[in-house]
Nanobody, 123 residues
Framework: QVQLVESGGGLVQAGGSLRLSCAAS????????MGWFRQAPGKEREFVAA???????AYADSVKGRFTISRDNAKNTAYLQMNSLKSEDTAAYYC?????????????????WGQGTQVTVSS
């Protein structure tokens, strides 16, 4: 059983940066992608970014050029570097892992989920 634990969230001013980490307690199969989603109060969970074990990445249009996803397969850890943060980036951020077949942006493609870490951007 794989457990995902996010860390690195917090309060930051607009224009600032944060780096989120997602550590897996067990080994993530090499066929699994790791992704980040976020959910703001009253809104649906939305895709942020994803990365395969081979390094292929995908991003939501809203974060392209500002966020960077990376992955250390040896450490079973994924990261999300968030720069130029905006107030609209405020949300709970969730890490996920799964054997994505159809689309990185579909939450139902991921079978393992973390508990989330809160990111709050003050304007």
């Amino acid at each position: 059983q794989v457990q995902l634990v996010e860390s690195g969230g917090g309060l930051v001013q607009a224009g600032g940066s944060l780096r989120l980490s997602c550590a897996a307690s067990g080994r993530i199969p090499s066929t699994y992608a790791m992704g980040w989603f976020r959910q703001a109060p009253g809104k649906e969970r939305e895709f942020v970014a994803a990365i395969t074990s081979g390094g292929t990445t995908a991003y939501a249009d809203s974060v392209k050029g500002r966020f960077t996803i990376s992955r250390d397969n040896a450490k079973n850890t994924a990261y999300l570097q968030m720069n130029s943060l905006k107030s609209e980036d405020t949300a709970a951020y969730y890490c996920a892992a799964g054997r994505v077949v159809r689309s990185f942006s579909r939450p139902d493609e991921y079978i393992y989920w973390g508990q989330g870490t809160q990111v709050t951007v003050s304007s």
